[in-house]
């Protein structure tokens, strides 16, 4: 097994670093925030914390922190915030965690006043049945909000604007609207090219609950012919299992056939929301 370098045996550079000067720049901050979405009750909602402690204190916000120099990555710093602060043990709740992208504005976090550039690595997921969080670190609670309790367009466009938001909704700190409205946007996207939805429902399902899942997470449900078409012909989405021992519908319809989760996970074409359409 070839042994890999180690920075200190390319030439020169052990003299260069000896005579660096790390002050002779101004200060940078590395945090990580995360957009955590599950779907409670038919209600798609974000997890936040409620801060304990300055800049922002008493605001709601993404929950996150500082990525420890010298010690973590930013996906271990954000695995790690997640547990102190909500009590989430991301590992055991085997969800999917993905990069979504950095901020760095300089007016995104005030301690820039004094001195410090803080920008942070946004991170999203999407997962069902997720435990209830538990406050704790610097946050004094942590809940799951429904989504259209928040305002969110309305609060990130004020953070572009550098207005203050005059809505009801809870105010969020820093430019977390921003991420959050970004975050809320890729998931909607996964749910058009991949199964991800059928994550969300318990087997056996009909197709009735998997289509309340898309209606959840993109506030309108999809086209209920298109989306019968598009779930049944592509192979390995839902595989039939039995008839729903169900009374007949209202109509005099047979039972739903049930359903559970297949083996395929990405929609080939995608699976479009009527907005994407018209975009």
Do not use: C
């Amino acid at each position: 097994m070839t042994k890999r370098a180690t920075r200190t045996t390319r030439p020169g550079e052990a003299d260069y670093l000896k005579a660096y000067d790390p002050t002779a720049s101004p200060p940078f901050a590395l945090t990580v925030d995360l957009t955590i979405f599950t779907i409670q009750g038919g209600v798609l909602t974000a997890l936040l914390v409620e801060r304990g402690d300055h800049p922002y204190k008493g605001f709601w916000a993404l929950p996150g922190g500082h990525v420890a120099h010298g010690k973590e990555n930013a996906e271990t710093a954000a695995v790690r915030e997640l547990a102190e602060e909500t009590g989430l043990n991301w590992a055991a709740t085997g969800g999917h965690l993905e990069q979504l992208a950095t901020y760095s504005d300089p007016d995104r976090d005030p301690r820039i006043k004094a001195g410090l550039h803080v920008a942070s690595v946004a991170y999203v997921a999407f997962a069902p049945h997720l435990p209830d969080p538990q406050a704790g670190s610097d946050a004094t609670s942590a809940r799951y909000w429904p989504i259209d309790d928040l305002d969110i367009e309305a609060q990130a466009d004020a953070w572009h604007a550098r207005t203050p938001y005059a809505g009801d909704a809870p105010t969020l700190g820093y430019d977390h609207a921003v991420i959050l409205r970004d975050g809320l946007e890729r998931v909607r996207a996964k749910l058009e090219y991949t199964t991800l939805a059928a994550q969300f429902v318990h087997e056996p399902f009909s197709l009735g609950d998997l289509r309340r899942v898309y209606e959840a997470a993109w506030g309108q449900a999809p086209e209920l012919g298109n989306f019968r078409r598009k779930v049944l012909s592509t192979d390995g989405f839902v595989v039939p299992v039995e008839r729903a021992d169900r009374p007949a519908t209202v109509a005099g319809g047979r039972p739903p056939l049930l359903y559970r989760r297949g083996p395929a996970q990405w929609l080939v074409p995608p699976m479009m929301r009527q907005s994407s359409l018209e975009d």
